[in-house]
């Protein structure tokens, strides 16, 4: 059973559409994130969010927006897709109560088209 | 701000040889330390973590990682790389402040010859 979840896996969709990847944990997490994966580039953070409360942008937020609804539910939307992104995209999860060591648990992904 | 360095972007190494993936940091002070694995199609997965302590640290797969303070440097080490090892590995650094987030070097794909 998958502690976190990623939905869709796969998406190809075209420009000026509104997409959003859903991510879910079972982990009870208080701390959930969203990264991109471009090739060379690694891991950059768009937004993270500490509890439901709290929503924080990361390196990389324009063009991105999330909710949080719930502390096992993180969404991110991307109101007016565009091609440059195009990218896998991740989401992962860490409990700060572990004395806050920042180990991140991920999800297996989703591979985002923007035609 | 921390970053992190991976040198190559591409390794390919015989099954059976021994394997050294480099990483290096920049931080002011001794960070927390993470190397993962992202087989294809696949996930990122833990394969060990640095926090304090012994500068050698074990992880999962038979993979180890030494860290070095002088040389800002957590190379990750396997003694006989499998076909199975082949991904793509990422390093990661985290400052040991509330709040700080984890910072990842643009990874090396791994690939093996049989």
């Known amino acids: 059973d998958a502690d976190v979840t990623q939905t869709p896996r796969n998406r190809i969709t075209k420009t000026g559409k509104r997409i959003m990847l859903e991510c879910s944990q079972t982990?009870?997490?208080?701390?959930m994130y969203w990264y991109r994966q471009d090739p060379g580039l690694g891991l950059r953070l768009i937004y993270y969010?500490?509890?439901?409360?709290?929503?924080n942008k990361g390196e990389i937020s324009d063009g991105y927006s999330v909710s949080r609804q719930a502390q096992a539910k993180f969404s991110l939307s991307l109101e007016s897709a565009i091609p440059n992104q195009t990218a896998l995209y991740f989401c992962a999860t860490s409990d700060f109560s572990t004395s806050g060591r920042l180990e991140q648990f991920f999800g297996p992904g989703t591979r985002l088209t923007v035609l | 701000a921390q970053s992190v360095t991976q040198p190559d972007i591409h390794i390919t190494v015989s099954e059976g040889a021994s394997l050294e993936l480099r990483c290096n940091y920049s931080?002011?002070?001794?960070?927390?330390l993470f190397w993962y694995v992202q087989s294809p199609g696949q996930g990122l997965q833990l394969l060990l973590k640095?926090?304090?302590?012994?500068?050698l640290v074990q992880g999962i797969k038979g993979f180890e990682a030494e860290f070095k303070r002088s040389q800002s440097s957590f190379n990750l080490r396997k003694p006989s790389v499998h076909w199975s090892d082949a991904a793509e590995y990422f390093c990661?650094?985290?400052?040991?402040?509330?709040?700080?987030?984890?910072?990842f070097g643009g990874g090396t794909r791994l690939m093996v010859k049989p």
């Open positions: 640095y926090f304090s302590g012994d500068t």
């Open positions: 969010s500490f509890d439901v409360k709290d929503i």
């Open positions: 990661a650094v985290g400052a040991r402040v509330a709040g700080n987030m984890l910072t």
């Open positions: 931080y002011g002070a001794t960070p927390y």
């Open positions: 982990k009870g997490h208080d701390r």
